[in-house]
T-cell receptor, first 114, second 111 residues
């Protein structure tokens, strides 16, 4: 079965650089979520999109922005990178936002900021 | 503010044992509760989802229960296997989009 695809798998950037992470949801899934998981921590919600519109926002820094495109894929843009941005970034998708729709996570993008 | 706690933090058992992992949350106004498995450096795999109106869900050797009034959920793993070794995360859905995760239970099943 098709899963959530994230690219790249690994990314190394220097401080103050920018990074773009991509997410391709499971076909026919209309909701995309972004989570950040720091070393040894639980995932933290960043932002979500439903039908290409921002749906909810969590602890996402102003330096980050995201969008969902017409083909439902999503991109997380990160600017002025800081050392503390080093983390595993997960994208997840669901078929709708119903209470019986589990989130399906990708394998994540590991971002290292040096 | 919703807080999710999981105990134990780590568990090491011999193969074949039945296990209970515990999850507690402070705000009973949840949309649903989900259990995930995470292997080291990998993504999260959805195991079970319990809607707020449900009491339990079963999938194979896994059974999850939900008691919203007391703010508790348990994940029962029957006849554990070495392949079950992973970190198990409980997460409650706040609103329709925001999952709030517990810190996980790191499980090791040895042959």
């Amino acid at each position: 079965a098709a899963g959530v695809i994230q690219s790249p798998r690994h990314l190394i950037k220097e401080k103050r650089e920018t990074a773009t992470l991509k997410c391709y949801p499971i076909p026919r899934h209309d909701t995309v979520y972004w989570y950040q998981q720091g070393p040894g921590q639980d995932p933290q919600f960043l932002i979500s999109f439903y039908e290409k519109m921002q749906s909810d926002k969590g602890s996402i820094p102003d330096r980050f922005s995201a969008q969902q495109f017409s083909d439902y894929h999503s991109e997380l843009n990160m600017s002025s990178l800081e050392l503390g941005d080093s983390a595993l970034y997960f994208c997840a998708s669901s078929v709708n936002r119903g209470d019986n729709s589990p989130l399906h996570f990708g394998n994540g993008t590991r971002l290292t900021v040096t | 503010k919703q807080e999710v706690t999981q105990i134990p933090a780590a568990l090491s058992v011999p193969e074949g044992e039945n296990l209970v992992l515990n999850c507690s949350f402070t705000d009973s106004a949840i949309y649903n509760l989900q259990w995930f498995r995470q292997d080291p450096g990998k993504g999260l795999t959805s195991l079970l989802l319990i809607q707020s109106s449900q009491r339990e869900q079963t999938s194979g050797r896994l059974n999850a229960s939900l008691d919203k009034s007391s703010g508790r959920s348990t994940l029962y793993i029957a006849a554990s296997q070495p392949g079950d070794s992973a970190t198990y995360l409980c997460a409650v859905m706040k609103g329709t989009d925001k999952l709030i995760f517990g810190t996980g239970t790191r499980l090791q099943v040895f042959p």
